[in-house]
């Protein structure tokens, strides 16, 4: 059967998140009625990651099968289509081997998390971003983030409900930087726990706002306790950037 690797960007506030849900509609839903109403066939995608409800995507990556072999443009426009007025698209589409899998096949896996910071609400960003009033230090943001990269256990940083095995995980890059009234981070890894990076923002605006010294951020990982974790940051300001393949 024919397999395509559709790249994927969607505003996630409507949504339950990627994954089907019984309570609500879902970033995986909208996809596969869209392939059903161009291709007449019942398709079950595969994504690199299933993010939660209220998460973005600017990069998502997901794999279906089709009987048929049609031309990639053409899938990507049909499915287009019929994804309206859903605020999900289909940015990039190609033929791949049936042995890619959007989720097993992935090298690494980057997410940015933007934080407005300024005391004014947001409105053209509203559900977008996470607003925090409090001035921000991203100086020393960006460096409790240093202490924290590698090979370890984030048991700290890991939702309670996550399936995840282990809590082991190499975190690649973790990256603070203040972009005029925006604190970007920048996260990057083979692969996350549950919650991780909203658990890591959460826990460096504490950081930022002087509330935890910034070699509180190491003491925090290495105690591998979750009520050592700062708040879980909102999911409104996190964004599924890009994922590597081979």
Known sequence: MPRYKLTIEYDGTPFMGWQR???????????????LGFSGED?????????????HARGQVAHIDLTREWDPF????????????????IIDCQQVEETFEARFSATARHYEFLILNRRARPALEANRVWQVPQPLDAGA???????????HDFTTFRAAQCQAKSPIKTL??????????????RASAQSFLHNQVRSLAG????????K????????????????????????DGLYLIRVDYP
Do not use: F
């Open 203 to 210: 826990s460096l605006k504490l950081v930022g706002e002087g």
């Open 43 to 55: 398709v079950t995608s595969q994504a690199a990651g299933r993010t939660d409800a209220g998460v």
């Open 172 to 185: 690649d890059r973790l990256d603070v930087s203040r972009e005029g009234e925006m604190v970007v981070i």
């Open 141 to 151: 943001m960006h460096e409790a983030a240093q202490t924290i990269l590698g090979k």
């Open 74 to 89: 053409r899938v990507a426009e049909a499915i287009n289509h019929h994804l309206k007025p859903d605020p999900v698209i």
């Open 21 to 35: 849900q019984a309570h609500g509609p879902s970033v995986q839903q909208a996809l596969e009625e869209a392939v």
């Open 212 to 235: 935890w010294p910034i070699a509180e951020m190491r003491a925090a990982l290495d105690a591998a306790d979750r009520t050592r974790c700062g708040t879980v940051a909102p999911p």
